[in-house]
C-alpha cells in the first residue's frame, strides 16, 4: 500500500565502535570504547549492529550495551556469520544461540540483517537452507541482503512479501555478479537501505579497509534521494538506513549529510 505522505526515516552506521572515529574527530580525544555509544547516540538515532556478524551474541554484553543507550534508541543486528556464510551442519544450535543473546534487544530491536554472501547463489540448496533460516527466526523482524544477481527474481520477491521479510536495498559498486540496486519493498511496516560506497576497485581487492572506503558526495546523496528514497518513502510505514563506509569515519560524515539532505526536502 502506497502512503500518500513519505514516511519517516531514521539515519545510522554499520557499527560505532571503531578507534579510528576518534583519529578522524567523530568521537572527541581520549574517547574510548565503553563512551562511545554514548556520544554516537547524541546524532544518531539507530545504529546496525556487526559484531553480531564477527562472534556469538551474548545476552550479558547486549544488556551492558543497551545500558548506556537512551530508552528510545534503536538497533539493528546482523546475523552471526556462522550463519550467513559458513552454513555449519550445526547451525540449528547456533541459531538458538543467537536468540537467547539477542532476548534483551527485542523491545529495541527493529530488524535482524541476514546479510548473505556472494557465493551464496541460488541454487535448490540455498533456497532450502534460507527458507529454513527464515522459519527458525520466525517472530523476529527479519532483512535479508543478498549480494549474488541471481536471487534477483520475482519469485524471490514474492516469498518475501508473503512473510513480511524486508529485501535491503543496496547502494554499492557496479558489478555484473553483484544484486541490483532495487527501489523494492516487500515489506510494507520497513525498508532498509545500505550503502557500501562506489569503491570498485577496493570492493574486487579483498581488503576490507579498501572495500568500505569511499564518501559520497552531497550531489550523489542528493541525487539517491531523489531517484531512490523517496520512492521507497512512499510504500513503507518507516525505514532505516546504515553507511557502511566507516574507514576514516567516512559512514557518520555521509550520515549527517544524508540527515541535512532529508531536512531541507521537508
Known amino acids: 500500500m502506497v502512503n500518500d505522505t513519505l514516511s519517516p526515516v531514521l539515519i545510522g552506521t554499520s557499527g560505532y565502535s571503531y578507534a579510528e572515529w576518534v583519529d578522524s574527530g567523530f568521537y572527541p580525544k581520549e574517547t574510548r570504547t565503553p563512551g562511545m555509544l554514548a556520544l554516537y547516540a547524541d546524532v544518531f538515532p539507530i545504529v546496525e549492529l556487526n559484531y553480531t556478524w564477527y562472534q556469538m551474541v ?8 543497551i545500558a548506556k543507550a537512551p530508552k528510545d ?13 559458513e552454513r555449519n551442519e550445526d547451525w540449528k544450535q547456533e541459531l538458538q544461540l543467537y536468540r537467547e543473546g539477542i532476548k534483551p534487544l527485542e523491545k529495541q530491536l527493529i530488524a535482524i540483517l541476514v546479510q548473505l554472501p556472494s557465493d551464496f547463489h541460488r541454487s535448490i540448496k540455498n533456497r532450502y537452507y534460507l ?24 519469485s524471490v520477491f514474492a516469498e518475501l512479501e508473503e512473510r513480511r521479510v524486508t529485501l535491503v536495498t543496496v547502494d554499492a559498486p557496479s558489478m555484473p555478479a553483484l544484486f541490483p540496486c532495487l527501489d523494492l519493498v516487500t515489506n510494507p511496516d520497513l525498508f532498509f537501505v545500505r550503502f557500501h560506497g562506489r569503491n570498485t576497485q577496493g570492493w574486487q581487492s579483498g581488503n576490507m579497509q579498501k572495500k568500505f572506503d569511499y564518501s559520497y558526495s552531497k550531489e550523489e546523496l542528493e541525487e539517491w534521494n531523489l531517484q531512490h528514497l523517496q520512492g521507497l518513502r512512499a510504500q513503507a510505514k518507516q525505514g532505516i538506513v546504515f553507511f557502511n563506509n566507516h574507514v576514516r569515519a567516512q559512514a557518520p560524515q555521509n550520515g549527517k549529510l544524508l540527515q541535512t539532505i532529508i531536512e531541507v526536502v521537508k
Open 58 to 65: 551474548r545476552a550479558e554484553a547486549i544488556s551492558r550495551m
Open 131 to 154: 527458507a529454513h533460516l527464515l522459519d527458525a527466526l520466525h517472530g523476529f523482524p527479519l532483512a535479508v541482503e543478498f549480494r549474488h544477481i541471481s536471487w534477483a527474481r520475482d
Open 73 to 85: 534508541f534503536l538497533f539493528a543486528a546482523k546475523l552471526t556469520r556462522t550463519l550467513t556464510h
